[in-house]
């Protein structure tokens, strides 16, 4: 099994100079998996349970948990949250408030939404948290933090990893074919991501750890190995795109940090997220929105790899940048949730120019080294479009519904928070203008 030496890995010190000695949930990924839920139960002591789920979540998985729990005799309390749900306030609120005090343990049924709205009520009661997966389609089962709008600004707020994840092969493979080409097109964004990382270190000396990389590419290529079976709902191929998006939330906590799941390719997907929640623009499954940006990004980098860099063309260009400006059309872009992201400019200073200038440097310096990490880590553009066109899925934000200029939303990406990807590097080079033409 892909998982079986994480609880090795945490227990040695690691070359990166950290040590990986935090909390990895309980897996129990295969057929039948939901028929164990009482033993998990009963190995927490619990007493009655908070079942959550939606009305899609309850029919595909959450009424034979309920069954199994009135077999034992356990008690529960259930809440099947109607309607459309987001991933907001709204939401959390109305759990939080239906949440029975006297339970001791919470079973979510669901994937992205439950999912983050279960580990934020987790964190809040302080008692275990089970997760029971409707579908291999994202990335946050084993992470620590829960993907939740703010006042119009995706965020990720600190919550808690689930105690135990239970993967029902027979369940999963059913979901909606959808969702599991979403899985897929999260999965793909590790290319983007793991490059990311290697160049942030190089650029602004981020901490980085090849031992968590590797599991992400181990898990990645198992995915893409597997592909083949996906559209034919195959176990295998269901079960490694499952098993990735798990691992991937676990080598998020080893790292501490996003990077390890998230690039620039995320940020395409969040700025879509916040155009939806303030102007009612369509948008699709996140993991669908990262595929499509994984493609765009690749095709970036590939004209990245055909940049020289110019220090004089990068120290003027950053020279006549007039943030004021560009502060403004952030706004008209993203509407209020361009306020937070203007507001955090003042703390994280990314366009101060003398941290440019020091940035310029090590770029220059260091670009063949850039180069090299691109080439080993990013497929070519035609490889990643080739997996798209195999599993039928969206190849352009057109197909996904998205109706947006495409090079203001890379522009924004890079103002999302304080971390350093594509767009940040091509404002570094001073070269917005070529990125332009080649989208």
């Avoid at 356990?74 to 029975?100: A, C, M, N, W």
């Avoid at 964190?123 to 089970?130: F, L, T, V």
């Avoid at 039928?392 to 109706?403: N, R």
Wanted: glycine fraction near 6%; charge should be neutral; charged fraction near 30%.
């Amino acid at each position: 099994m892909l998982y079986e030496n994480l609880k090795d890995f945490t227990g040695k010190t690691c070359p990166c100079g950290k040590d990986h000695n935090v909390f990895v949930p309980e897996l129990c990924i295969k057929n039948g998996a939901i028929n164990e839920m009482p033993f998990f139960i009963e190995k927490f002591g619990a007493k009655k349970a908070f079942i959550i789920a939606d009305e899609n979540t309850y029919r595909a998985a959450g009424k034979k948990v309920c069954d199994i729990l009135k077999k034992k005799a356990f008690q529960f309390v259930e809440y099947v949250i109607s309607g459309t749900i987001k991933p907001d306030e709204y939401t959390v609120g109305r759990v939080v408030l239906h949440f029975v005090n006297d339970c001791d343990i919470i079973i979510a049924v669901g994937s992205g939404v439950i999912n983050d709205t279960g580990k934020i009520l987790s964190a809040i009661a302080k008692i275990p948290y089970i997760i029971v997966a409707t579908a291999p389609s994202m990335d946050g089962y084993a992470s620590k933090s829960s993907s939740v709008d703010v006042d119009g600004l995706k965020v990720s707020l600190s919550s808690r990893c689930a105690d135990v994840i239970i993967g029902d092969l027979e369940v999963l493979k059913n979901a909606p074919l959808k969702m599991l080409k979403a899985g897929l097109g999260d999965m793909l964004a590790k290319y983007i991501s793991i490059a990311e990382w290697r160049i942030a270190r190089e650029i602004v000396g981020e901490y980085y750890c090849e031992e968590i990389a590797k599991l992400v590419r181990t898990a990645l290529k198992k995915c893409i190995d597997n592909a083949k079976g996906l559209l034919e709902r195959d176990e295998t191929a269901v079960k490694a795109v499952f098993e990735g998006l798990v691992l991937c939330g676990i080598a998020m906590s080893f790292a501490g940090l996003s990077r390890p799941a998230s690039g620039v390719e995320h940020y395409f997907s969040h700025i879509w997220d916040m155009r939806g929640l303030e102007f009612g623009s369509k948008t699709e499954l996140h993991g669908l929105q990262c595929a499509v940006a994984t493609l765009i990004a690749a095709g970036l980098y590939e004209n990245i790899a055909k940049v020289t860099p110019s220090e004089k063309k990068a120290l003027d260009f950053v020279s006549d940048f007039n943030y004021g400006a560009w502060s403004k059309k952030l706004s008209s872009f993203l509407g209020g949730a361009a306020n937070i992201m203007i507001a955090n400019e003042r703390i994280e200073k990314k366009y101060d120019k003398e941290k440019h200038a020091e940035r310029l440097r090590n770029i220059i310096d260091k670009w063949d080294v850039i180069l090299k990490i691109v080439r080993e880590e990013i497929p070519e553009r035609k490889k990643i479009l080739k997996i798209l066109r195999f599993i039928k899925a969206p190849e352009t934000p057109e197909e996904l519904g998205i109706d947006c200029d495409l090079f203001t939303t890379f522009e924004a990406t890079k103002d999302i928070r304080d971390k350093y990807v594509l767009s940040r590097l091509t404002w570094d080079l001073g070269i917005m203008e070529e990125v332009e033409t080649w989208l």
